[in-house]
């Protein structure tokens, strides 16, 4: 597999079979966006979209579907793994989130099936009258948010 | 408010997946704020494999 192929892969430059090919035009970037998800929630590689998945937080502050994530740096590639991270944190400001969560998911907002990206956990958290942010890692081949190797 | 009556409250976590750090603050024994920072350690990887012929 070309190194180029995976880089292409983010952008969505190939459609091998008509099944499945979402209505945008490819000279425009997909919106993606990241919700938060209850303790109680099960999300993990069977998660197919947004809209499919439960059970996501709910609070002052909070909105359903979660805040937009900035991808501001293009896919890039180095030897043989190409890879490409959020050019920002993704915060949640001033909201109350009583209920304990562990989960993010990151889903295509524009695609009308709302695609599910990835999910990442961590140990479950609440918010009083504050601030919850995931900070990204390093934008590079070793640990970058989203890679294929 | 007199912050001075504020009982400030702080932890970290640290393993293989993240490093994070909160913040409480409690007034007269009720939690009036608490922030909560994730630094993920963890990305998400995909292996491409393409068959030898």
Redesign the interface.
């Known amino acids: 597999m070309t190194n180029s192929f995976k880089v292409d892969l983010f952008n969505a430059v190939h459609a091998f079979n008509a099944t499945g090919i979402p209505a945008h035009t490819a000279a425009t970037a997909d919106v993606f966006k990241a919700a938060l998800y209850t303790a109680a929630s099960s999300l993990g590689t069977t998660t197919t979209s947004y809209t499919g998945a439960v059970t996501e937080v709910s609070g002052t502050g909070y909105t359903a579907g979660g805040v937009t994530v900035t991808f501001g740096t293009a896919p890039a590639n180095t030897t043989t793994t190409s890879y490409l991270t959020p050019s920002a944190s993704i915060t949640y400001t001033n909201v109350t989130l009583s209920t304990s969560f562990d989960a993010m998911l990151l889903y295509n907002n524009t695609n009308s099936g709302k695609n599910a990206v990835a999910v990442f956990t961590f140990t479950a958290q609440t918010v009083t009258a504050g601030t919850f942010s995931l900070t990204m890692p390093t934008n590079d081949a070793t640990t970058g948010l989203l890679r294929i190797a | 408010m007199d912050e001075s009556l504020l009982e400030k409250r702080e932890g970290t ?1 640290d ?1 293989d ?2 490093t ?1 750090t ?1 913040v ?1 603050y409690w007034l007269e024994g009720e ?20 068959a030898k012929f």
Not at chain 2, 31 to 48: D, N, T, W, Y
């Open positions: 976590i393993n997946n993240e994070t909160w409480e939690l009036v704020h608490r922030s909560a920072h994730v630094q993920l350690k963890r990305a998400v990887v995909s292996f491409g494999e393409t």
